[in-house]
């Protein structure tokens, strides 16, 4: 039997990488775009002709059942959400309805729909915030410090409620910080790595950044999606931190991607107080244990490699838009 999957937020980095690890298994893969004039399929392009898209939205659960009558899942991935966190102050009511709202739509609908569908919510490290212990595990108190931690919150409490009240397989990934070359650009590590390539190509002179000292459990990406999917494939239902259980602060960050290309970082960082948040989260570090032991994960990409592949792609991607504009 084919299986069948179902991911809200494939456009995005981590559907991108989800996408791609289901159809190596030989699932049937099925993903959930928002309708708009200008749909952002860059991160999929390569895999449209084996994909089965539909249009629906978490602000409406009229779509959500509609597109889950069109696939007919065996699982269903929920990774769609108002995702950064320094939006989340300027939008706070729009984050709640998307991040946490949007999750009880969804489950919703799969309970009506399919109560037998394995159902996977993305969690975020963002819900430990003012951390109470360190390294932060399952059972670690969430203390969110942004209105986009409060609502990953509401999305995993409501999760485990639908599992406890209803017996729905249904399971959430507390994943610490994941980054990629796919990341967006707004995203600090993303931010740093796209920088440090234009001013290697002398397109920009500085970057300008907030927080160097905040601290955080960077893995990648490809990594993460390989641990939700196991997540669905147990026998019963459970959360699971998903984490490298290594820091390093943002300054370490910056230092890598600067020395990858050979320049000093200090001569080009401008250190601006308008990228400091409201409230800041000092430290991530998971304990991953439980998703090694039960699950078999592992991280397999180390932090100086993800900085290098990043700093690549975006050096390969500039490259490319100026040999574009000289043959124009």
């Known amino acids: ?29 099925h993903g959930v775009i928002r309708r708009s004039s200008s749909p952002n399929t860059e991160r999929i392009d ?47 009511v729009l984050t709640g309805e998307v991040t946490a709202l949007g999750v009880v739509r969804l489950l919703e609908a799969v309970r009506h729909f ?25 059972t670690t108190p969430f203390h969110p410090r942004s209105p986009y931690g409060v609502a990953k919150v509401y999305g995993h409490a409501i999760t485990v409620n639908y599992r406890e009240s209803f017996g729905m397989f249904a399971c959430s990934g507390i994943l610490f910080n994941h980054e990629s070359p796919r990341r967006g ?41 390989d641990a939700m999917w196991r997540m669905l494939q147990q026998d019963e239902p459970d959360d699971f931190v998903v984490g490298t259980g290594r820091t390093h602060r943002v300054e370490d960050f910056v230092r890598m991607a600067f020395e990858h290309v050979g320049l000093d970082w200090r001569q080009h960082v401008v250190m601006d107080p308008r990228f400091y948040r409201p409230a800041e ?31 690549d792609a975006d050096l390969e991607r500039l490259a490319g838009r100026q040999s574009r504009r000289s043959a124009a």
């Open 281 to 311: 989260v000092d430290l991530l570090m998971a304990d991953a244990s439980k998703a090694r032991s039960r699950l078999g994960w592992e991280p397999r990409v180390s932090f100086e490699e993800l900085v290098r592949r990043m700093v």
């Open 114 to 138: 399919n109560a037998k569908i394995r159902f996977y919510q993305a969690s975020s490290s963002e819900m430990f915030g003012k951390v109470r212990e360190t390294p932060q595990r399952e």
């Open 46 to 92: 390569h895999l449209l002709d084996r994909l089965k898209l539909h249009t629906a939205d978490l602000l409406d659960m009229g779509s959500l059942l509609s597109v889950l009558e069109a696939s007919d899942p065996h699982e269903v991935y929920n990774l769609a959400a108002q995702s950064y966190v320094a939006t989340s102050w300027k939008q706070p």
């Open 1 to 29: 039997m084919t299986k069948r999957a179902l991911i809200t937020g494939i456009t995005g980095q981590d559907g991108s990488y989800l996408a791609e690890l289901l159809l190596a298994k030989g699932y049937e893969v």
């Open 185 to 225: 650009i707004e995203f600090v590590t993303r931010k740093i790595s796209h920088a440090v390539a234009a001013i290697h190509h002398g397109l920009r002179d500085e970057l300008r950044l907030g927080n160097l000292e905040a601290r955080r459990d960077w893995g990648f990406a490809g990594d993460y999606v």
